[in-house]
């Protein structure tokens, strides 16, 4: 279809679901079984998606931040895109847990929970930094992430097995785009090298808590992935990225919880009600209306 200019074809309602799945516009759930499997308990089932579906919607949010921001217009267009690819998982996973539990669904949990209910980790949830820190984090989440939805893939929930069959090549993406601007900032200048160590070191005490294995992940085996078997696949890439960047891993200690509890809990840094306060305004402010 042609349009006179861009605007037209951005506000063009023919077709909504195209901007409902990141970049991908067919819908990745299109002849999947969305009942509730046999055997598997809903809230659990709720959790856990809230758990994988949070971590993308702060992300998101965060990414959303650079906007105007970035170095180059490439890295622009990069940048929101992947945004814009984690905002679709986190809708199909907050979706997913609302028809688990029957709960508020995906404008319900994004924009009307209070901060200890959501369920992300407190790596994706620190405020914008500089651009390695941006590097640092998403090159660490989009690592963790695909390995996660690699094995996903065949969960026994058919959702969840969908979600992760269409995430794979976006977070491959995601993961090839942050360690090849790693190794451009690691095997750079003094300066640029000095810089990406420095974020490094600021994002590895968020590490360990990735590869805790949470309650909910343990009483859905076949249907979660416990995220402890991923850590090998993730010190093997990270070790073959950092060696091409000329930058060491981090000895630092992990960051600690908060009265006995980490993201996955509820238990968020000082920046994550922040966060939310941006995030949640406009829909806060007018609850009736109809997005």
Same mark, same amino acid.
């Not at 929970?113 to 651009?131: I, P, Q, S, T, W």
């Not at 993961?175 to 640029?192: E, F, I, K, N, P």
């Not at 249907?223 to 000329?246: K, L, Q």
């Given at each position: 279809?042609?349009?006179?200019?861009?605007?037209?074809?951005?506000?063009?309602?023919?077709?909504?679901? *195209?901007?409902?799945?990141?970049?991908?516009?067919?819908?990745?759930?299109?002849? !999947?079984?969305?009942?509730?499997?046999?055997?598997?308990? &809903?809230?659990?089932? @709720?959790?856990?998606?809230?758990?994988?579906?949070?971590? @993308?919607?702060?992300?998101?949010?965060?990414?959303?931040?650079?906007?105007?921001?970035?170095?180059?217009?490439?890295?622009?267009?990069?940048?929101?895109?992947? &945004?814009?690819?984690?905002?679709?998982?986190? *809708?199909?996973?907050?979706?997913? @847990?609302?028809?688990?539990?029957? &709960? $508020?669904?995906?404008?319900?949990?994004?924009?009307?929970?209070?901060?200890?209910?959501?369920?992300?980790?407190?790596?994706?949830?620190?405020?914008?930094?500089?651009?390695?820190?941006?590097?640092?984090?998403?090159?660490?989440?989009?690592?963790?992430?695909?390995?996660?939805?690699?094995?996903?893939?065949?969960?026994?929930?058919?959702?969840?097995?969908?979600?992760?069959?269409?995430?794979?090549?976006?977070? %491959?993406?995601?993961?090839?785009?942050?360690?090849?601007?790693? !190794?451009?900032?690691?095997?750079?200048?003094?300066?640029?090298?000095?810089?990406?160590?420095?974020?490094?070191?600021?994002?590895?005490?968020?590490? $360990?808590?990735?590869?805790?294995?949470?309650?909910?992940?343990?009483?859905?085996? &076949?249907? %979660?992935?416990?995220?402890?078997?991923? *850590?090998?696949?993730?010190?093997?890439?990270?070790?073959?990225?950092?060696?091409?960047?000329?930058?060491?891993?981090?000895?630092?200690?992990?960051?600690?919880?908060?009265?006995?509890?980490?993201? *996955?809990?509820?238990?968020?840094?000082? %920046?994550?009600?922040?966060?939310?306060?941006?995030?949640?305004?406009?829909?806060?402010?007018? $609850?009736?209306?109809?997005?």
């Amino acid at each position: 279809m042609a349009f006179d200019n861009a605007y037209e074809a951005l506000a063009d309602a023919h077709d909504d679901s *195209r901007w409902a799945f990141g970049t991908g516009f067919e819908d990745p759930l299109s002849g !999947v079984d969305t009942g509730l499997p046999s055997g598997v308990d &809903g809230p659990d089932l @709720a959790q856990y998606c809230l758990m994988l579906g949070d971590d @993308a919607l702060v992300l998101s949010h965060r990414l959303q931040e650079w906007c105007t921001r970035a170095p180059e217009l490439e890295d622009e267009v990069a940048i929101a895109n992947i &945004g814009l690819d984690l905002l679709g998982q986190a *809708r199909l996973l907050l979706a997913r @847990a609302g028809r688990a539990e029957n &709960g $508020p669904g995906e404008d319900g949990y994004a924009f009307f929970r209070a901060e200890h209910e959501f369920r992300n980790v407190r790596l994706v949830e620190a405020g914008r930094g500089d651009f390695a820190r941006l590097v640092a984090v998403l090159f660490v989440m989009s690592t963790w992430r695909l390995a996660v939805f690699q094995r996903l893939r065949t969960s026994a929930d058919p959702v969840l097995a969908a979600i992760a069959g269409k995430g794979v090549n976006e977070l %491959a993406y995601h993961r090839d785009y942050a360690a090849g601007w790693l !190794v451009r900032l690691g095997d750079g200048t003094d300066v640029s090298r000095e810089r990406m160590q420095t974020a490094l070191e600021e994002v590895w005490p968020f590490v $360990p808590e990735l590869f805790d294995t949470h309650e909910v992940e343990r009483r859905l085996a &076949g249907v %979660a992935i416990d995220p402890a078997d991923t *850590r090998a696949e993730f010190d093997d890439v990270v070790s073959h990225v950092f060696g091409a960047a000329t930058v060491a891993v981090p000895d630092v200690p992990p960051k600690a919880g908060v009265a006995g509890g980490k993201g *996955r809990d509820g238990r968020h840094t000082e %920046a994550m009600g922040y966060l939310l306060a941006e995030l949640q305004s406009v829909a806060r402010a007018h $609850p009736e209306a109809t997005w």
